[in-house]
């Protein structure tokens, strides 16, 4: 009995012995691995990299900027179905552990010696506390020592933050595949929905991509993603979560995934999107554009966007299609399954409703067209084959381009125009009633020209809508901002406006005659000619001559106030930085941008004032502070401290600069409205609505421009070869800038009435001759106008003409002195 006694009492000091020593070593452990552990408390002033998000001013999406894709959530906006399908899925005790599943520690134990030497790699039995510890402060080493410090944190973490505040950076760090980081982002990617509009299986199958989210791809591995997304359904069922009917609706829930629509490419705006996102990144640099989670309100106007791309569209197919056909894309082998190698030839993703497709037969009346298909989003080529048939009326346009010739006939018969194996783009063709024809398309080419449009609110800068060319897949080159092009005459009213602004009216005289410039020191003799060649005007108004564009006038008017006074103006307007000081400079010869023409023709719009383009409204930061705000005018009573109390309404004080007086910006205004009334512009007329503007035909018609306004709303556009060259001899922006602009404005303006421009204070409406702007007297039989006066002038009651060799009317008239005006008016008036 003694000695086992002491026996027992031996095994109970050894014990002791033992025990002493595993808590020494364990101790010792703790103590080892812990003296490097990462900072813990980091995770409290945590800002895991957000995506910025970018909207319309109807607030629709219209693009994101990520590195990685993410959407912070608060746990309290998380659902509860969302957070109980990860839970199902990966810590079913979370919220009763303190931060280690030791239950599940020995089954991964157990399993670990079972496949000890196998190779295979060890199970986890991480909780999310410990997911949470590696992914935020650790590696994905695969080691003991990465999970006794993943143990160890898991621990600490769960004494210094509570419970929703760990789920909530678990549920926004996780990866879940597709570049989706948290389940915000992942809910939009996967299925385009919000996490509050998450059916069950839709949550089951996000929870199960923690695991392995490259091996449950909704595609490539189908069947493996439905297994473990109806295992998350049943443990879901398991734990009380779902009711049985709900698991097994879910279950025969099919796995479809919705691929998200590119914003940007619904509202055709590409090139405005790029345009922001360079403006941020200039801003505030690469790091606060792809992590910062920046919230941007941009001034795009979705519907306005859509009919600017429309109609430019249209207008640079049109331009190219009267050159002529210039043959197909290439040539396709179209043995056996055409549609698998038509498939990998690159096609425009942007220019909807046009489709690519191949030839597959011809004959004299039609050809049958193969369609490019679609890729699965596993990348595999789509199984359908569509095709349809293009007609002769599909091709009538088709005649062949010959460079400098005069377009040729029409071609009879298809087989003149497509062979088999030819790949084109075709649309639907448009029949009689308007309506597309069922089965039949049209022949399509990518046009060689281009061009660029901006349409721009006035009073504010907002850039409403922004065309950059005809299509961003096919070149992101933004020629509405990027583009440097010579205005043309476009840049008159800048010319004129300083007249105007310096003593001159719009009554006062000039010749429009022949003129010689010696342009010195070798430069030889420059003799502008009007695009009429050899015909002249005589004594001109400066009304009559911004209206027919007269060249000789303009060069005249712009040696009488001089270069250095045009330079100063066209800076204030923002079109050039700096103008050399040479006469052609003020019929267009340097090279500015559509967006600053744009912006200058605003200042004419809006009384004088500047503005200053923007693409953006605001911008807020991740916590919503706003960092930046375009409108820049202070609101005197908008903060109103202890609510109404009957005080007057709030004041808007604008202290933007007065680029342009007032009343100079209303009768260069009124000049532009002659240009619509009666001269290079009169197809602008068809709007309906009272517009101004300006055409604009560049040097041997390689740009074709028109700016023009209404009180509300500036549009400019040009169109040209990237590599300029002529347009054609009979080129004008008359012909086609002008319509361009035609057919957005009145899409635009369609509900909106028809408000006349504002007559300024002090503005003087008096009746003159239009054609020779002298004062009309009673019973005048001539065609008379209301023309604009400032204080202090008037029209003359008669003019003298000077320095004319033969007909009074110019027709004949010699040149006699090179700078200055021919012809001063007699009394009243400036000039």
């Not at 691995?33 to 998000?53: A, C, F, G, I, W």
């Not at 621990?155 to 909530?168: G, P, Q, V």
Request: charge should be positive; proline fraction near 5%.
């Amino acid at each position: 009995m003694r000695l086992l006694v002491r026996f027992v009492g031996f095994l109970f000091a050894a014990g002791t012995v033992v025990f002493l020593v595993g808590v020494a070593a364990a101790a010792g452990l703790i103590w080892h691995y812990s003296k490097d552990l990462p900072d813990y408390s980091q995770l409290q002033n945590y800002e895991p990299p957000v995506m910025t998000r970018v909207h319309a001013a109807d607030g629709a999406l219209l693009g994101e900027y990520a590195k990685e894709r993410r959407l912070y959530l608060p746990i309290q906006a998380v659902p509860k179905l969302v957070i109980n399908a990860f839970l199902a899925a990966e810590d079913k005790n979370f919220y009763e552990h303190g931060g280690i599943d030791y239950t599940g520690m020995a089954r991964a134990a157990l399993l670990y010696a079972q496949n000890f030497g196998s190779n295979r790699r060890p199970q986890g039995a991480s909780t999310i506390t410990q997911q949470v510890a590696k992914n935020f402060l650790l590696t994905n080493e695969v080691s003991f020592t990465r999970k006794i410090k993943e143990a160890l944190l898991a621990m600490r973490i769960e004494r210094a933050y509570s419970k929703d505040k760990i789920l909530e950076l678990y549920l926004n760090e996780i990866y879940l595949g597709l570049g989706a980081y948290g389940v915000a982002a992942a809910s939009l990617v996967y299925f385009d929905k919000s996490v509050n509009e998450l059916t069950v299986a839709e949550a089951a199958y996000l929870a199960a991509m923690p695991k392995a989210p490259g091996a449950l791809h909704p595609v490539r591995n189908h069947d493996r993603a439905v297994e473990r997304r109806n295992y998350v359904i049943d443990r879901l069922l398991e734990n009380g979560w779902i009711k049985s009917g709900e698991a097994e609706i879910a279950r025969k829930d099919p796995l479809v995934v919705t691929n998200r629509n590119n914003a940007a490419h619904i509202f055709a705006g590409e090139y405005f999107a790029e345009e922001v996102r360079r403006d941020i990144f200039e801003r505030y640099g690469e790091k606060k554009l792809y992590e910062g989670g920046l919230s941007v309100r941009t001034t795009l106007d979705p519907k306005l966007q859509v009919m600017a791309r429309k109609t430019m569209a249209a207008g640079l197919v049109n331009f190219d299609e009267a050159q002529g056909w210039r043959g197909a894309q290439s040539k396709l082998d179209i043995s056996g399954d055409w549609g698998v190698r038509l498939a990998d030839v690159k096609a425009l993703s942007d220019i909807a409703p046009w489709r690519m497709a191949v030839v597959l037969d011809t004959s004299d009346q039609s050809a049958r067209i193969g369609f490019q298909p679609g890729r699965e989003l596993g990348g595999a080529v789509a199984r359908d084959r569509q095709t349809g048939i293009i007609t002769l009326d599909g091709v009538r346009w088709a005649t062949k381009a010959v460079s400098g010739a005069p377009r040729g006939k029409a071609p009879t018969t298809v087989s003149q125009v497509l062979s088999p194996g030819d790949v084109i783009y075709a649309d639907p063709l448009i029949g009689k009633d308007g309506n597309p024809v069922e089965g039949q398309y049209r022949l399509r080419q990518l046009p060689e020209i281009s061009g660029a449009m901006v349409a721009m609110d006035p009073w504010t800068g907002r850039v409403l809508a922004m065309v950059g060319g005809f299509s961003f897949d096919q070149s992101q080159f933004n020629r509405a901002t990027q583009a440097y092009r010579q205005p043309g005459s476009t840049i008159k009213p800048i010319v004129y406006s300083s007249a105007l602004d310096n003593g001159y009216t719009p009554s006062a005289m000039e010749a429009d005659a022949p003129i010689e410039i010696d342009q010195g020191q070798g430069g030889g003799v420059w003799r502008p000619e009007n695009f009429s060649v050899g015909r002249y005007q005589g004594p001109t108004t400066l009304r009559n001559a911004l209206r027919l564009s007269l060249n000789t006038v303009t060069v005249r008017l712009a040696q009488d106030i001089g270069m250095p006074l045009i330079g100063e103006y066209a800076k204030r307007f923002g079109v050039y930085d700096e103008l050399p000081n040479y006469l052609s400079y003020a019929l267009g010869a340097g090279e500015t941008t559509v967006m600053r023409m744009v912006t200058a023709y605003s200042m004419f719009a809006n009384g004088g004032r500047r503005v200053k383009a923007t693409l953006i409204d605001r911008i807020q930061d991740r916590y919503g502070h706003t960092i930046f705000k375009h409108d820049a005018r202070e609101c005197r009573g908008c903060d109103a401290p202890g609510g109404w109390k009957n005080q007057g309404e709030p004041q808007l004080v604008d202290r933007r600069e007065q680029v342009l007086d007032v009343m100079t910006a209303y009768q260069i205004t009124s000049m532009m409205e002659g240009v619509v009334q009666g001269g290079t512009a009169t197809v602008m007329r068809d709007v309906g609505k009272p517009i101004a503007g300006k055409t604009g035909t560049s040097n041997e018609a390689k740009d074709l421009w028109f700016v023009g306004f209404s009180p509300d709303l500036v549009v400019g556009l040009y169109l040209g070869y990237d590599k300029p060259r002529s347009l054609g001899r009979s080129a004008q922006a008359g012909h086609t800038a002008a319509p361009i602009a035609r057919d957005f404005m009145k899409l635009a303006l369609a509900d909106k009435p028809a408000t006349p421009f504002k007559v300024p204070a002090g503005i003087k409406l008096i009746r003159v001759d239009s054609k020779t702007g002298m004062r009309a007297g009673q019973g005048d039989g001539g065609k008379t106008i209301l023309e604009a006066f400032k204080p202090g002038t008037g029209p003359p009651d008669n003019y003298a003409v000077m320095g004319v060799a033969d007909d009074a009317d110019g027709r004949n008239a010699q040149p006699i002195d090179g700078d200055r005006s021919l012809f001063r008016p007699g009394t009243g008036g400036l000039y």
